[in-house]
């Protein structure tokens, strides 16, 4: 049986700015990579595209993400549909338990969200991060003895580099990273699909769009948050470059 991954993010895109290499590099490997996306991203901005309503805006979203997820090689995508930019109004239960359902369909081993300060602080991310915690914790009861899942934080230290303006001030703590140097034109070409993003792909990887991935750096980075049933405390910070990398078999 192939070991099945499971990434949960708020909007299209999240996925490819985040995990694109980790999510291609899973794919090659041989792993069954599935992605909840829990909204359309309708509120985001249309690029180049003009739409004569939310709606319109939100079906080209599903359509670039769908080809996203083509180029990285994502098996099952799972659309929730919430309303964008509410996701921090819904009961976090009733998402949880949204969540849960799909985590007790799949049974993945590895489950990877955005950390709790959602790497931005953009409220979609900070609640679809606290939900996809508790519906592990949900369901890791039900998981066979013994075969609890793996659940990390998804971060993206180097997103402000190249942008005006920064982050949360208080970050989660980093503890390992995946090598994806070998993916990145994969992850290149997964973020060019967002052509009714190019803002924001312009903004955190310049050059994207035209072609040139050299911007896209040669590790994604994560922190194991719940394993065998119980939190896990990260160990003391270490620089990105001495992080033990993620191996993949």
Same mark, same amino acid.
């Given at each position: 049986?192939?070991k ?7 909007? &299209?895109? @999240? ?7 980790? /999510? *291609? ?7 069954? $990579?599935? #992605? ?14 003009q ?24 098996h ?7 309303k ?30 955005? &950390?709790p @300060? ?7 991310? /900070? *609640? ?7 519906? $592990?914790? #949900? ?10 899942p ?50 924001s ?31 896990i ?17």
């Amino acid at each position: 049986m192939k070991k099945q991954w499971l990434f949960v993010y708020a909007h &299209p895109d @999240d996925e490819s700015f985040a995990a694109g290499g980790t /999510i *291609a590099k899973a794919h090659h490997y041989g792993y069954e $990579v599935s #992605l909840i996306c829990a909204t359309s991203g309708c509120k985001g901005r249309s690029g180049a595209f003009q739409f004569s309503c939310r709606e319109e805006l939100a079906k080209h979203r599903e359509e670039e993400l769908q080809k996203a997820c083509s180029f990285l090689g994502v098996h099952n995508l799972i659309l929730y549909r919430h309303k964008d930019g509410f996701l921090k109004d819904l009961d976090i239960d009733q998402l949880a338990s949204q969540i849960c359902e799909t985590l007790l369909e799949l049974k993945p081993q590895v489950i990877i969200s955005f &950390p709790p @300060d959602g790497v931005t602080g953009h409220p979609d991310h /900070i *609640a679809i991060s606290r939900a996809t915690e508790k519906a $592990v914790m #949900l369901a890791e009861a039900q998981y066979p003895p013994g075969a609890s899942p793996q659940f990390y934080y998804n971060s993206i230290p180097n997103y402000y580099d190249h942008c005006q303006d920064s982050g949360p001030k208080n970050r989660c703590c980093i503890t390992s990273k995946v090598d994806i140097s070998p993916y990145r034109t994969i992850k290149g070409q997964a973020l060019q699909a967002y052509q009714s993003q190019v803002y924001s792909v312009n903004r955190a990887y310049p050059g994207v769009m035209q072609g040139d991935y050299t911007v896209i750096g040669n590790f994604e980075y994560y922190t194991l948050a719940r394993a065998n049933g119980q939190t896990i405390e990260p160990s003391t910070a270490k620089d990105l470059e001495h992080l033990p990398t993620l191996e993949f078999r």
